[in-house]
């Protein structure tokens, strides 16, 4: 069973607080560039993994989707997902690590800063693949590996007093407990080699990947963004199921 | 004009000395895993672009290739490379950044640390895409982008002491001037997201993302590549050229 994170009250608390939990999407720096891999909405049958609040989910049907299936852990976070969206939407109480999702179900897999919360990806890619049609888009964020793997997770000096991310434990794939919004939080560092690797055996086309980088507006916006252009935060993949 | 690094004596001669170029591919650490992504080379059509002193062009004829045409820069190293190989290899001086090959020629295109010195992918992609035939492969190494980019190329340590690579720069993908084995040496930096994605957008499909990690029994022969856990040193990628 994958930690009921979202459901621990001091998270739930602080995690509600955030700009991306308060603004939705727009509060979420990475989202234009996640927007622009998506295909078009109109029609779609969208499954949203880590559905959360289900911003992405309303958004989708807004775009045009046909249904959205919101997915997600927190009783606490679907109950808020619910009330604020329309009947188009249905939301399911499901753990990722051993979701099952019915076959050729879909025409597009969504799934917003999750991944890195699962043990094994491979159970999930095998479920995301049958539940799409062939040909049918997967479209992820999660934390970037560089991001997810060093043993101190915070920004450090270079020798010459520069600002740097200091990256260490790259290559050792395994659990990360952090104190992150309340403490003990688990996720789990795998490299990007393997992620793509991973998908690619689970039989996907990779269509394109990209690791959030901020604009110049956005740092105009939010000046402490700037220190995203020195390390790879998020880790954006899109991808299609092989026929 | 690439520069012509290769040829700077100080260079060539420093060159001359590292393992690789002593002891060949088995001198490389990342050629195991590299070996791996290869497809088996009986009567394989090859190119191998960056040859230098022709060791991988040389494994592919050994391995049964029926052909292999090794391009590099250096007059130098070429020379090096004729005088040990059979005829079945055969050796142009040619720049990368302005290569032309003829169409649906190859099988295989293979690249060991090269790409880093081209200041654009976009044209060698091209070129590699004519040249090979529908579903043929292209199998690279290079400097891994999180080894590629930072100010401070060279080991630090985290507040607790650790060692760790002092990444910063990640976003800003351009020339990096550093010393390594000569002063002034050019390189070019792009993200993980950018090499990929421009392989995709080239027509090539990803089989396979790697980054070199040494494994235990490297790191007992070599103790020094224990370090290289802690970071991606290289990027592996084998993908095929879209039918």
Redesign the interface.
């Known amino acids: 069973m994958t930690q009921p994170l979202y459901d621990r009250p001091e998270f739930f608390a602080a995690y509600s607080t955030l700009r991306r939990s308060v603004e939705g999407l727009d509060g979420a720096p990475e989202w234009p560039t996640l927007r622009a891999m998506l295909p078009p909405m109109r029609g779609l049958r969208v499954v949203d993994l880590g559905c959360g609040f289900g911003w992405f989910s309303r958004w989708a049907v807004e775009q045009g989707a046909a249904s959205v299936l919101g997915i997600d852990l927190s009783e606490q976070m679907l109950q808020r997902a619910r009330a604020a969206s329309p009947a188009t939407v249905t939301y399911q109480q499901a753990d990722l690590a051993t979701l099952s999702l019915p076959a050729q179900a879909f025409d597009l897999a969504y799934s917003s800063l999750a991944l890195h919360y699962l043990p094994d990806l491979v159970p999930l890619l095998a479920t995301v693949h049958q539940a799409l049609t062939p040909g049918a888009h997967f479209v992820f964020s999660m934390e970037h590996p560089?991001y997810a793997a060093?043993?101190?997770q915070?920004w450090?000096?270079?020798?010459?007093g520069?600002?740097?991310?200091?990256?260490?434990?790259?290559?050792?794939e395994s659990v990360r407990r952090r104190t992150w919004l309340a403490p003990d939080v688990v996720k789990y560092h795998r490299?990007?080699?393997t992620i793509?690797?991973t998908l690619?055996r689970a039989g996907f086309?990779?269509?394109?990947?990209?690791?959030f980088?901020p604009n110049p507006a956005q740092i105009v916006e939010r000046p402490e963004l700037d220190r995203?252009?020195?390390?790879?935060m998020f880790l954006?993949v899109a991808c299609t199921r092989n026929s």
């Open positions: 560089i060093p043993s101190h915070g450090s000096a270079t020798p010459e520069r600002r740097c991310w200091p990256l260490d434990g790259y290559h050792d490299t990007v080699g793509l690797t690619i086309t990779l269509a394109q990947v990209d690791e980088s995203e252009l020195d390390r790879p954006l």
